[in-house]
């Protein structure tokens, strides 16, 4: 493979912008955020540069190294510290440094008024930084360093404004549900260092051949878990609704371009793992789609129009997951939906942050209403956006998601019409929520707060929106013209040759569109022709209150794990405090007595001693007398 | 003469000393019955020496007699110490220690 010097860069310019904002303290705060953005767009020419280089290249030479320095050397075992960069990974460089520095832009604006918007795009350099790393490692140890880097740059900013007591919780809750998914990613690296003796993406690659299918499949299911938790997916989603907390461009490149589809990436980067492992294959696919239906209802109840988009980005993962999961055919059908929502979904919630700017922060989707001739341009970028997640032709969501309906279709068998349902189904869900929240913000009668000004937001906000706007609309057919991006991933994955088609493409599109029209036509019906409540009306069926409280997933969480968590704590502490602390205490205690009653011998009186003196001798001439005879 | 009554002389001298010790207040008493007690068992060890018609209780007593020589100039150094400092010869006022 070819190497290179300049790939460390990329990561360098970020986590240097991080540095130096977060040790310059306040006499960065007049010109912090321009470095940070500056940085952030430096990174992402190096990344255009690369990607230069890469085209001019045939495909096997495409792949290129850096290797850093020599991290750990014990005897035989040797890890560098080294970054890879190939196919897939420039993807998703490009996504990362792409939407990352249109957001730090949109940020300028958005946090102008915030006294800490310095540290602010501090976190936001690390975060890009953290987040090139993970995709830049070229093995799954340095891919953990940039997973924590990126747990912990998320949980700084879900948490950034910690004053509020619920937003430093959600922080947390963030960072201990990811916990659960870090220690899976960690066992991962533990059986597979155990099994083949190496923990690099290639060395595995090599030695997956030889190994067990046991091993195998446990790796599998611990990459998975590990997915699970940094991609909010079932069962470790319900951190993600909670990190709206954070400031919206957060949400928007954080919780729902980057950093949460890493799962999807961890997956698609073990290809040769779960090919190998069908049963964890499986359960990819199981998870992926449990959670596109979960993420979807859930998007059905929500009035905060943040937690509506977040229940959104879990389905849309929920996609990717499930693309994944169906081998071969799936992976590059899961990273282009993947980047295509990379673009729309941050483009919405940029809209939303646009919403809540001009709103005074409000999130209530029914304190909203008639927005559209208020804030013209927010209307039309969130419009394309909205449209591309539908998956109207010919916008981006059209490409990537029928691609992955129709994969899951022609799956095969039972499992192909049971993931085919599931995925229209999923669409048609998708459509009705969506719809929801546009006619909810934007059309209708307004039912704003008396205080509540709505206007436009300045240019350096809409301008990123805009051109996010405009990745939704052409970003589809580009990366699938000519199977573009298909033929682009193709040297990375083991084709396992052609494969039955249960239905036609244009008839898997045809129900999709049908499936999103039913979605629509509801939501009109529901919403634009009847009136819509300024308080969330609460004599609702069941089902709604159970969508309402996330299908209750926090209550299951702290019914089958927290409360026993708790009494378990409980138990603990108590055999803690009764039975080793009383052990010590007891032998102290012990001591303590027998000296105090024994001290009662001890009169002072000399001639008492010496009676007790003469008693003992008597007594041991007694006794020895006894002995003799 | 039987050896036997010194050994019951003994005896008698030693019980002597140990309840003088247990019961008198004055240190210089007490030392005195120390001294007694220390006599008696010279006494038996004597009177084993010629029963067994060897030297060797002889000689123990000779070091017996050179610890309680030894014993009285300590003691009687310690008595006039605390004499002097506290006005009293009582073996029970010498109770500090305890407090």
Redesign the interface.
Known sequence: MMTSNSLVYLIALPLAGAVILLLSGRRSDKWGHLLATALSASSFFVGLYQLSLMLDRTNEERPITQKLFEWISVGTFKIDAGLLLDQLSICFVLLITGVGTLIHIYSISYMSHDPDRRRFFAFLNLFIASMLLLVLGDSYLNLYVGWEGVGLASYLLIGFWNQKPAYATASKKAFVMNRIGDMGLSFAIMIAFATMGTVSFTGVKAAAEQTSTAALTGIGIMLLVAATGKSAQFPLQAWLGDAMAGPTPVSALIHAATMVTAGVYLITRSNFIFDAAPTAQLLVVIVGAITLMFGALIGTAKDDIKKALAASTMSQIGYMILGAGLGPVGYAFAIMHLLTHGFFKAGMFLGAGSVMHGMNDEVNMRKYGALRKFMPITFITFGLGYLAILGVPPFAGFYSKDMIIETAFNAGGIKGIILGTVTLLGAGITAFYMTRVMILTFTGTSRWDEEAHPHESPWLMWLPMAILAVGSVTSGYLLSSGDALVNWLSPLFEDHGEHEELLSPIIVSTLALTMVAIGIAFAFIKYSLNEVDEVAPSDVSIFTKIARQDLMQDRFNEAVFMRPGQVLTEVLVKTDEVVIDGAVRGVGRAALGSGASLRGIQSGFVRSYAMLILIGAVALVAAIWVVVQ | MNAANYLYLSALLFTIG?VG???R?NAIV?FMCVELMLNAANLSFVTFSRINGDLNGQVIAFFTMVVAACEVVVGLAIIVTIYRSRRSAS??D??????
Do not use: F, H, N, T
């Open positions: 140990a010790v247990v019961v207040r007490v073996v029970d010498a109770s500090l220690l305890k407090r």
